[in-house]
């Protein structure tokens, strides 16, 4: 069936990277003139006028950080091991078995209703199965604000930024890939269609945010963290499958991709803290003692 949409990833792309660049296009705009100084003493700012300084300047920091992540993040596969390559071997291979079984899957949640695609996934599924991972993010950034948590905070950026950017690469993947979903065809091998089902942006997201939630905070609690930030992304691609909306293999290469940015973000995270950590020796009385230091920001 020929696609009526075939520039319709092109659009999606060109939003994505537009989005992306609103912020730079925000820092290159010109300052506001500043007004002659005037005599008399300069007047003392106000602690709400700090305080947005402060907000600012941070937030600025954090935009910059994600940038030199990003590119981090693009040029590492150039810097490989062969470690590296072995993982990218077993989700080559994972999803040569996911594909596989691509069509048994989605007779299981489709049956033989409205033949021969099956029925489309209805609009709010879209806003709904999103809903998972979007509430892992709000709670966390929400619980880090109320209780003016540092570490609950940076989780919550670390979500945000693994997102993004596997959701970014995940888009650009959808434009290279073409592949038509479910609900358009009943070929597994429909790709370079002008499709959009290869990988499943909503799983991508919900495992890039589900692995920060599993794999960061008090590791007494590991298990349920691990419990709550992997169910998400579990159930959120057993949604997408039970809408028809995506292929068995397109939920696995998402659940790769966002597990795989979460753990890079989390690595340059951990890099970073040990870049600012030393250890010194003070001398003392009748001998020497071992001091570490750590810089937090």
């Known amino acids: 069936m020929r696609n009526k949409y075939p520039f319709r990833p092109v659009r999606r792309l060109a939003a994505a990277l537009l989005l992306g660049?609103?912020?730079?296009?925000?820092?290159?705009?010109?300052?506001?003139?500043?007004?002659?100084?005037t005599s008399g003493p300069a007047p003392l700012p106000?602690?709400?006028?700090?305080?947005?300084?402060?907000?600012?300047?941070?937030?600025?920091?954090?935009?910059?950080r994600s940038l030199g992540d990003m590119k981090a993040y693009y040029t590492d596969p150039l810097h490989w091991k062969r470690r590296n390559w072995e993982y990218?071997?077993?989700?080559?291979?994972?999803f040569a078995i996911a594909h596989h079984y691509d069509t048994q899957v989605r007779q299981h949640f489709v049956g033989g209703s409205n033949p021969p695609f099956g029925p489309k996934?209805?609009?709010?599924?879209?806003?709904?199965?999103?809903?998972?991972?979007?509430?892992?993010?709000?709670l966390t950034w929400g619980y880090a604000t109320l209780s003016g948590s540092r570490a609950g905070k940076s989780e919550a950026w670390?979500?945000?930024?693994s997102a993004g950017i596997a959701s970014l690469t995940g888009e650009a993947m959808k434009f290279a890939f073409g592949r038509q979903r479910p609900y358009q065809t009943t070929d597994?091998?429909?790709?370079?269609?002008?499709?959009?089902?290869?990988?499943?942006?909503?799983?991508?997201?919900?495992?890039?945010?589900?692995?920060?939630?599993?794999?960061?905070?008090n590791?007494?609690?590991r298990w349920l963290r691990r419990t709550i930030g992997y169910g998400i992304g579990i159930g959120t691609a057993y949604l997408r499958m039970k809408h028809n909306a995506h292929w068995l293999?397109?939920?696995?290469?998402?659940?790769?991709?966002?597990?795989?940015?979460?753990?890079?973000?989390?690595?340059?995270?951990?890099?970073?803290?040990?870049?600012?950590?030393?250890?010194t020796v003070v001398p003392v009385q009748g001998g020497a003692m071992l001091a570490f230091a750590h810089v937090f920001h």
């Open 249 to 279: 293999s397109d939920t696995v290469v998402a659940a790769a991709l966002g597990m795989a940015t979460a753990h890079f973000v989390l690595d340059r995270r951990a890099g970073q803290a040990m870049d600012h950590s030393t250890v």
């Open 158 to 161: 670390n979500m945000l930024e």
């Open 46 to 64: 106000s602690p709400s006028v700090i305080h947005y300084a402060k907000k600012s300047s941070g937030l600025k920091h954090l935009f910059f």
């Open 219 to 221: 590791p007494k609690i």
């Open 21 to 37: 660049a609103l912020p730079l296009i925000a820092l290159a705009a010109p300052s506001p003139a500043v007004p002659p100084a």
């Open 88 to 94: 990218f071997g077993g989700v080559v291979a994972a």
């Open 188 to 217: 597994t091998n429909k790709w370079f269609a002008g499709g959009s089902s290869f990988p499943s942006l909503h799983v991508t997201a919900a495992f890039a945010i589900g692995t920060v939630l599993a794999e960061s905070g």
């Open 121 to 138: 996934p209805p609009s709010s599924a879209t806003i709904s199965d999103a809903l998972p991972g979007f509430a892992a993010f709000a």
